[in-house]
Nanobody
């Protein structure tokens, strides 16, 4: 079982920055992929970015050039540096982890609110 705890959300003005963190804990083999999803009111949850254990990253087109995902494998922690924030980035951000242990397991954090105001 893996527990994911997010931190770093909050209220920021347009053009500002925030850094999200997500720490994984629990009894687990190595985490293959860690990432961030977001869900705005009335919309489906969507991928923001993810990074595998080798450091390969994938970003949603809407955040490329503004957000940077990074990972500390030793600490089982993933970060999301968000710059040049826009009102459309307002959402609940969820941390996600993919773990392989005979089969794939998918874990989610509780979510952290990010609000970008004009």
């Amino acid at each position: 079982q893996v527990q994911l705890v997010e931190s770093g959300g909050g209220l920021v003005q347009v053009g500002g920055s925030l850094r999200l963190s997500c720490a994984a804990s629990g009894s687990m083999p190595s985490i293959a992929v860690m990432g961030w999803y977001r869900q705005a009111p009335g919309k489906q949850r969507e991928l923001v970015a993810h990074v595998n254990s080798g450091g390969m990253t994938i970003y949603a087109d809407s955040v490329k050039g503004r957000f940077t995902i990074s990972r500390d494998n030793a600490k089982n922690t993933v970060y999301l540096q968000m710059n040049s924030l826009k009102p459309e980035d307002t959402a609940v951000y969820y941390c996600n982890a993919h773990v392989y242990d005979s089969r794939w397991y998918y874990y989610w954090g509780q979510g952290t609110q990010v609000t970008v105001s004009l």
